[in-house]
């Protein structure tokens, strides 16, 4: 029993720092402090920035809390203490998440910040409710002492795993990260910098091939639509006043790069000349004074 | 401005009336990605932006816009102050024909010196088919409310609006604008006046976040479609030419450094869409009436990717807004200005 009551420590350490952590990052990424809702959407406007504020507090100071009590430091009375307010914590938010359901079906716990976008259901009731329990169950418990043998380490281990498993299994929010995990946005939503772009273009065969008929180091316009960035360079071609079009792909590796040679004032395609790679040393990459030209 | 090629025809007829080296850009670009994508189509590729058929722009309904300079229960007059004589138009009214004006009233209640979009049907280019008087719209997130006035932020390229709610439209739009807070978004549709609007309808209904709150964006695997369906919403010219045909997209490339991002308050907004450039070319489907159009993109519309409402013009539209039209182009599509909306799918790379 001892044993089990050992696990628990570090555990519900981790959840509540992990849980303060990922709402910090939310909170930088979207730049307001009352950005991580969750059951703060219960409360009026002017509540919800200092709610959502002290619950952040609250989770940092119990993690780092559990963690000094743990051992000979907090023993007694600030041990008890800080194990009965983390197990209030997680009975309100199990209560809050209950009228949260009820009130606001579509808004999800935020319990770890981005990733619990999913509304609450039973898993997340009750997970709150489990670690209501378990750090009730830490109550009583004597200083926590490394382990003297190999087989009670690995027991340890062996039990927090099982018990992290247990926990996966009632967040909805490990699936949300596994799919973040393998998630690669398709090229039409993918901001790419044209600088990369251009970088691309001038490693490939397409424009070693006509580099010899470009006038200037930098386009005379750049524009990208869905998975293709066209740049249009400023040419002459036999005497004649030319654009030559690259189309990149904006794949990661490889682009293919599409070419046409137009006339400079009409706009229509012509056939390309002799390649002319000699008459031309190869442009130096430069970056693009973009904001004239789109 | 858009026929690139002779063998074209398209509806945006108009486009070309800006005379802005801007439109002539939007031109050259159509051109050059023809020259790059053309050889290739023609040996099975296809599916390149770039190719498509165009509709027939006369079938489509035409929008005029001027100021009234007479109206009798026959005829109506529309001009410029002060311009030449002879440059008037007069439109036929007939019993079919429909004025808004705040709301649906009698051709005569137009007054002199009203700003009035005409609809004109297909074929019947002299009749006067439905008038908009003095109609406009404010989209955007409030900044200041007070009792007797709402300051809206329609993004850093515009002014700012002030939006007047009389009493008699006031619980009209608090229904579906609860939310009359600084941060909250709020659109609406109203008689336009020198120097603020006078709220009549609400153009859809508030989203229930702060426009700096919006909700992330759903993750999107595999391609995305090349047609979307959605909304499509019209706004007020604001330095455009009257009756240009064009669309502000709501999800220009970010490296266009284009002002009007920062005013989006958000990175990238609820809906996610296909990035595309000022230029790029769209065909814009009404899905109420089955009209159609390819309409270039003319700006950006980084307001509309704040609001994750739906169109209900006919159904329910499967997401938020994909296009915000020009006054012509949503008429044109058969799109009624006060209603705010048609359900609309748009197509990429056409």
Same mark, same amino acid.
């Given at each position: ?143 926590? *002492? ?109 682009? *293919? ?10 706009? *229509? ?26 | ?46 599916? &390149? ?10 079938? &489509? ?290």
């Amino acid at each position: 029993m001892a044993m089990v009551q050992t696990v628990q420590i570090p555990l519900l350490s981790a959840l509540l720092l992990s849980g303060c952590s990922a709402k910090f990052v939310r909170i930088i990424r979207v730049g307001s402090v009352d950005a991580g809702l969750g059951p703060t959407a219960l409360f009026p406007m002017r509540l919800r920035r200092p709610l959502a504020v002290a619950m952040c507090a609250l989770e940092l100071g119990l993690g780092i809390g559990l963690i000094l009590t743990a051992g000979q430091i907090g023993r007694g009375a600030p041990a008890t203490c800080v194990r009965l307010v983390t197990s209030l914590l997680f009975l309100v938010a199990a209560c809050s998440l209950l009228e949260l359901r009820a009130a606001r079906p579509d808004v999800g716990c935020g319990c770890f910040g981005d990733f619990s976008h999913a509304p609450v259901n039973w898993r997340t009731l009750t997970r709150s409710a489990l670690l209501s329990l378990v750090a009730l169950a830490t109550i009583g418990l004597s200083p926590i *002492q490394l382990p003297h043998t190999k087989g009670t380490a690995l027991s340890l281990l062996g039990l927090l795993a099982a018990e992290l498993a247990l926990v996966a299994g009632l967040s909805p929010e490990l699936g949300e990260a596994l799919v973040r995990l393998g998630y690669s946005e398709p090229c039409e939503l993918r901001a790419v910098p044209a600088d990369r772009t251009l970088t691309a273009l001038r490693r490939s065969k397409q424009w070693r091939r006509h580099a010899g008929l470009i006038a200037a180091d930098v386009p005379a316009d750049v524009w990208r639509e869905v998975c293709w960035r066209y740049l249009v360079f400023p040419a002459r071609c036999d005497d004649r006043e030319a654009e030559i079009v690259f189309a990149v792909s904006l794949r990661q590796r490889r682009p *293919q790069i599409h070419t046409a040679l137009v006339d400079a004032v009409t706009g *229509q395609p012509f056939a390309w000349a002799a390649p002319a790679r000699t008459l031309r040393p190869m442009l130096r990459p430069r970056a693009l004074p973009l904001s004239k030209n789109l | 401005m858009l026929k690139a090629r002779g063998d074209r025809g398209s509806c945006d007829r108009c486009a070309g009336a800006t005379g802005t080296a801007d439109a002539a850009r939007i031109a050259r670009r159509r051109l050059l990605k023809d020259a790059v994508f053309r050889p290739q189509a023609a040996h099975g590729m296809n599916h &390149l932006p770039g190719h498509g058929d165009f509709p027939d722009a006369a079938r &489509l309904p035409r929008a005029v816009t001027g100021t009234v300079l007479d109206v009798s229960p026959h005829v109506l007059v529309l001009g410029e102050p002060g311009a030449r004589p002879g440059s008037e138009q007069r439109f036929t009214l007939s019993s079919d024909t429909t004025t808004w004006r705040g709301a649906h009233l009698e051709a005569t209640a137009l007054r002199q010196g009203d700003r009035a979009v005409v609809r004109l049907p297909p074929g019947r280019r002299a009749v006067a088919d439905k008038i908009w008087a003095n109609i406009g719209r404010v989209t955007g997130t409030i900044v200041e409310h007070s009792s007797d006035f709402m300051i809206v932020d329609e993004g850093v390229t515009r002014q700012r609006q002030i939006v007047v709610i009389p009493p008699r439209a006031a619980g009209r739009i608090q229904v579906r604008f609860p939310t009359l807070q600084p941060g909250y978004l709020i659109d609406i549709i109203g008689l336009r006046g020198p120097e603020a609007l006078v709220g009549a309808i609400p153009a859809t209904s508030q989203p229930a976040y702060p426009a700096d709150r919006v909700p992330a964006a759903p993750l999107v695997s595999g391609h995305v479609p090349a047609a979307i369906s959605g909304s499509a919403t019209w706004h007020e010219p604001d330095g455009e030419p009257p009756g240009v045909l064009g669309v502000a997209y709501p999800a220009l490339d970010p490296e266009t450094g284009c002002a009007e991002e920062a005013a989006a308050g958000s990175e990238r907004g609820y809906g996610r869409m296909p990035y595309l450039a000022v230029g790029s070319a769209l065909l814009v489907r009404n899905d109420c009436n089955g009209a159609s159009c390819v309409l270039p993109v003319t700006g950006c519309a980084p307001v509309a990717r704040l609001f994750n409402d739906r169109c209900v013009t006919c159904g329910t539209s499967p997401r938020g807004r994909v296009a915000d039209l020009t006054e012509a182009s949503f008429v044109a599509l058969g799109g009624e200005l006060d209603r705010g909306c048609f359900n609309a799918t748009i197509t990429i790379g056409r």
